[in-house]
Nanobody, 125 residues
Framework: QVQLVESGGGLAQAGGSLRLSCAAS????????MGWFRQAPGKEREFVSS????????DYVDSVKGGFTISRDNAKKIVYLQMNVLKPEDTAVYYC??????????????????WGQGTQVTVSS
């Protein structure tokens, strides 16, 4: 069983930065593919970024490329999402996700078995 707890959300101005963290419990963190998703009001949850279990491979939705960076610290069992050059359209609840069975990066919600409770990010113009 894996439990995920996000933190680091809050209010930022357009052009500003925030860093989200996702702390995981359990002894299998280094085997997990990790992802970040977000859900804006009235919209479906969407993929933002993912990272392989060893951190060597990453994937980003086009809208955040060049502004967001995903990383992980397997010793601390934490995955990060550094968000720079934030835009009002980045406003959403951000969710951390994990899966033990994946052997590749995935953008599909249904392929992740474990989810955090979400953290709110609000970007003002």
């Amino acid at each position: 069983q894996v439990q995920l707890v996000e933190s680091g959300g809050g209010l930022a101005q357009a052009g500003g930065s925030l860093r989200l963290s996702c702390a995981a419990s359990g002894r299998t963190f280094s085997a997990l593919v990790m992802g970040w998703f977000r859900q804006a009001p009235g919209k479906e949850r969407e993929f933002v970024s993912s990272i392989s279990n060893n951190g060597r491979n990453t994937d980003y939705v086009d809208s955040v490329k060049g502004g967001f960076t995903i990383s992980r610290d397997n010793a601390k069992k934490i995955v990060y999402l550094q968000m720079n050059v934030l835009k009002p359209e980045d406003t959403a609840v951000y969710y951390c996700a994990a899966d033990l069975q994946l052997r590749r990066l995935s953008r599909t919600l249904g392929e992740y078995d474990y989810w955090g409770q979400g953290t709110q990010v609000t970007v003002s113009s």
